[in-house]
Antibody, heavy 117, light 107 residues
């Protein structure tokens, strides 16, 4: 059974930084593209970033370019999202998700990021 | 960026009735369109992949159709546990995008 467990979400001030982590199990982690997707409270789903199986390819939504960095450690079955220069509009539940090619099949339960002074 | 427009935004449907949700893409995406179900306080769950391909463990009352720019999610014989928000998602052109969601309420 695929399991994706996110962590690292906290309350942070505008302009602050944060690193989210996702621990993966139940599948061959280094064989899959991985994604971060976010959802603001009461709102829809918003794709954030993806990373290929070998970290050779990364893509970002325009709204996070230059502020967020996606990475992975296949030896630890872990996915990360380094977030800097956080804005109030970045406040959301951040989901780690397993890729189906560039599509998404399995999702974690999310970790909540609050940006507030 | 590909914009996915879902309609309607909200549906209130009696049990055992049929539900049809549409998703229109702003440009052709072939069959790279997927449907998710999200229940309150839960993560999304993949229902249909590549427009019409079924997913193991998903009830057969859920079906998908369409190609290029027009897609449909059909729920036959709606059950109480189908109350949720449904999202479409395209995976062929970056940035990846989602539809705005369709909330289905059980009458």
């Amino acid at each position: 059974e695929v399991q994706l467990v996110e962590s690292g979400g906290v309350v942070v001030q505008p302009g602050g930084s944060l690193r989210l982590s996702c621990a993966a199990s139940g599948f061959t982690f280094d064989g899959y593209t991985m994604h971060w997707v976010r959802q603001s409270p009461g709102k829809g789903l918003e794709w954030v970033s993806l990373i290929s199986w070998d970290a050779g390819i990364t893509y970002y939504a325009d709204f996070v370019q230059g502020r967020f960095t996606i990475s992975r450690d296949n030896s630890k079955n872990s996915l990360y999202l380094q977030m800097t220069s956080l804005r109030t509009e970045d406040a959301a539940l951040y989901y780690c998700a397993k890729g189906l090619g560039f599509a998404i099949d399995d999702w974690g339960q999310g970790t909540l990021v609050t940006v507030s002074s | 960026e590909i914009v996915l427009t879902q309609s309607p935004d909200f549906l209130s449907v009696a049990p055992n009735e049929k539900v049809v949700v549409t998703c229109r893409a702003s440009q052709s995406i072939g069959s790279s369109l997927h449907w998710y179900q999200q229940k309150p306080d839960q993560a999304p769950k993949l229902l249909i992949k590549f427009a019409s391909q079924s997913i193991s463990g998903v009830p057969s009352r859920f079906g998908g159709s369409g190609s290029e720019t027009d897609f449909t999610l059909t729920i036959n014989s709606l059950k109480a546990e189908d109350a949720a928000t449904y999202y479409c998602h395209q995976s062929i052109i970056l940035p990846l995008t989602f539809g705005g969601g369709t909330k289905v309420e059980i009458k």
